[in-house]
């Protein structure tokens, strides 16, 4: 069983950025597709990106396409959340999910099965 742990979290302005990284143990990542999801006070969680196991194939929800970047380095056993152009409303707990042996993105919550316990991303205005 993998397990996560996500840190970069924090406090920036909007228009800012900040990147989350997300590190493995006890499996590789090889073996895992990757996704972050976020989850605001009061609301349920939201896919924000996923990436392959590979790394070939990518998805973003649309309210962060163009501004987040999801990316892998498998010799680190690490994934990446590159956030700019930051906005209010991007402020939630992130967390970093795995689901294991799948080659397709998953681009819902339920599709992960395995999930680290968040960091905080605080947006100001």
């Known amino acids: 069983q993998v397990q996560l742990v996500e840190s970069g979290g924090g406090l920036a302005q909007a228009g800012g950025s900040l990147r989350l990284s997300c590190a493995a143990s006890?499996?590789?990542?090889?073996?895992?597709?990757m996704g972050w999801v976020r989850q605001a006070p009061g609301k349920e969680r939201e896919f924000v990106a996923g990436?392959?196991?590979?790394?070939?194939?990518?998805r973003y929800a649309d309210a962060v396409k163009g501004r987040f970047t999801i990316s892998r380095d498998n010799a680190k056993n690490t994934v990446y959340l590159q956030m700019n152009s930051l906005k209010p409303e991007d402020t939630a707990g992130y967390y970093c999910?795995?689901?294991?042996?799948?080659?397709?993105?998953?681009?819902?919550?339920?599709?992960?099965?395995?999930w680290g316990q968040g960091t905080q991303v605080t947006v100001s205005s």
């Open positions: 999910a795995a689901r294991f042996l799948q080659s397709i993105v998953g681009v819902t919550p339920e599709e992960y099965d395995y």
């Open positions: 006890g499996r590789t990542l090889r073996s895992y597709g």
């Open positions: 990436i392959s196991w590979s790394g070939g194939s990518t």
